[in-house]
């Protein structure tokens, strides 16, 4: 009998652990208590079509300055380039350093006379390299603003041992690049930080049986963190996000009258491009696997957070006084109300001309999925020679980004940037986004169609229904 009454309470408490997962705490549902409908989703689609979102007329007019845009290949960086360019900064006034050469369709055709330097910044002869570049000497005269959004963006990860990873270029390497930047006569410097630096680790277990939810399943992401001692390793959601503050530290710590610094905390994902990791991960899969599909979450679109940069620029601009917003990070989000996943789903699965398909699974299951990942992982990493002598290596695609951090940072959690968006005077750096997380998801899907129908896009393939009427209204042009 014993056994039997032990078994039945394994069964009850998985399956109201499973519930706990599947939960809105009422703290979180008064956030966003309306969910996306198909026909509002198709009505923004159109309107976006028929009025694209400008944000021209929102961005700081042009500078006297030179730029450094490190990281400027990427989602955040590229989109500070293509806004500095768009507000008529002259391309030899702009410097992209980053690893990698740039492959944005939208970057390729307007960057071609921004110089561009490939470079490592966890090395500090390369990133001297791309700073002491000689400048036109129209340019070589002007004040030095640098934006460092170069990130290794590992979320997976928790455990200590992993931690060099990510730290050696998200921690290190922003020192470097902040040093070097204050070496040769940068007076303003600002970097790309994450809103999940204030994220805690949830308690999952144990989740009592009388419990509605997890400890910590709903969070608040502000700056509030950063007045008080960095926390400890474990206090973190991820390595990740503890390299991203031990970063902020050291770049607002730096903040002088003549050297101003200032980080930003996107929230808590960004989304603008085919290759980010969330809608662009999820169109070019053409399917989505949600597992808490009701968690509400504030996302931010790239172009929001480019604004946002050039908008803290405008705020840190020399003056007699050094304004209260210098050495301070700012979370930053979307206008209008977070969404949740399904919402996000909803969005795909409606608007995409490519295949898509929308399915859910147990939370519970993916909760064990997430640690027999992780326990592979870090057998790996503590024992090498399995992989030397026999191979064995982690999971390769999304399913490698499927371990217990991840599920720490998929909880309910809202951005609160209220400080970045009051005035310079205020305390804040008068931070004022131009699209709503509508707007801009029902953006990206429009242009990811453009791309699916012109064949930019490898392996991602029309709909049925779409093929007939792409091959109609190419033969309504051709006539």
């Given amino acids: 009998m014993l056994v039997l009454a032990v078994i039945a309470f394994g069964i009850f408490w998985l399956y109201r652990f499973n519930s706990a997962l599947r939960s809105t705490p009422d703290e979180a549902r008064k956030f966003s208590p309306k969910r996306w409908t198909k026909e509002q989703l198709r009505e923004a689609y159109e309107n976006v079509k028929k009025r694209p979102v400008d944000y021209l007329k929102h961005v700081p007019p042009a500078q006297e300055r030179r730029y450094i845009i490190v990281g400027g290949s990427g989602l955040v960086g590229g989109d500070i380039v293509l806004q500095l360019l768009e507000r008529g900064q002259h391309p ?5 350093v980053d690893f990698a050469p740039i492959t944005r369709d939208d970057m390729l055709p307007k960057t071609s006379s921004c110089d561009f330097v490939t470079t490592d910044i966890t090395s500090i002869p390369s990133v001297e390299a791309a700073f002491s570049k000689p400048w036109p000497s129209s340019v070589s005269h002007l004040p030095l603003t640098v934006f460092h959004t170069a990130a290794l963006i590992r979320p997976q990860e ?9 730290s050696r270029v998200n921690r290190d390497g922003a020192i470097i690049v902040l040093n070097t930047a204050k070496k ?3 007076d303003i410097f600002i970097a790309t930080s994450s809103a999940s630096v204030s994220i805690t680790p949830t308690r999952f277990i144990p989740t009592f049986p009388w419990e509605s939810h997890p400890k910590g399943y709903f969070q608040i992401c502000d700056e509030k963190d950063f007045d008080r001692p960095i926390r400890p390793h474990e206090d973190f959601f991820a390595n990740y996000a503890h390299s991203k503050a031990e970063a902020e530290r050291a770049i607002c710590s730096a903040s002088t009258q003549h050297f101003r610094t200032g980080c930003l905390r996107p929230g808590n994902a960004i989304y603008g491009q085919k290759t980010d990791p969330l809608v662009g991960n999820i169109l070019r899969e053409g399917s989505y696997v949600a597992y808490v599909p009701q968690v509400i979450q504030s996302y931010v679109y790239s172009r929001n957070v480019s604004l946002a940069h050039l908008q803290f620029e405008s705020a840190l601009l020399p003056s007699a006084t050094l304004p209260a917003c210098a050495g301070r990070p700012f979370v930053i989000t979307d206008a209008g109300p977070p969404i949740t996943f399904r919402d996000m789903a909803l ?18 299951v993916i909760h064990t999925i997430a640690h027999m990942m992780e326990f592979w992982s870090l057998l790996l990493a503590r024992f090498p020679f399995l992989t030397e002598w026999f191979g064995w290596r982690e999971a390769k695609g999304p399913i490698r980004m499927l371990q217990p951090a991840v599920l720490n940072v998929g909880i309910h959690s809202v951005v609160d940037d209220s400080k970045a968006r009051k005035r310079v005077e205020e305390g ?15 953006t990206q899907i429009g242009e990811f169609n453009e791309d699916v129908r012109a064949g ?3 392996g991602v393939r029309l709909r049925e229904g779409k093929i007939a009427q792409v091959a109609e209204e190419a033969r309504a042009v051709a006539s």
């Fill in 158 to 166: 928790r455990h200590p041992l992993l931690y060099s990873r990510v």
């Fill in 456 to 458: 930019r896009i490898k």
């Fill in 347 to 364: 969005a795909c699965e409606t608007l995409s001309e490519a295949k898509f398909s929308y399915s859910e699974a147990s939370p519970l």
């Fill in 428 to 442: 804040g750096i008068g931070y004022t986004p131009v699209a709503s997380t509508l707007e801009g998801i029902v």
């Fill in 92 to 96: 030899s006034s702009i410097r992209i």
């Fill in 184 to 186: 040769h006569g940068c």
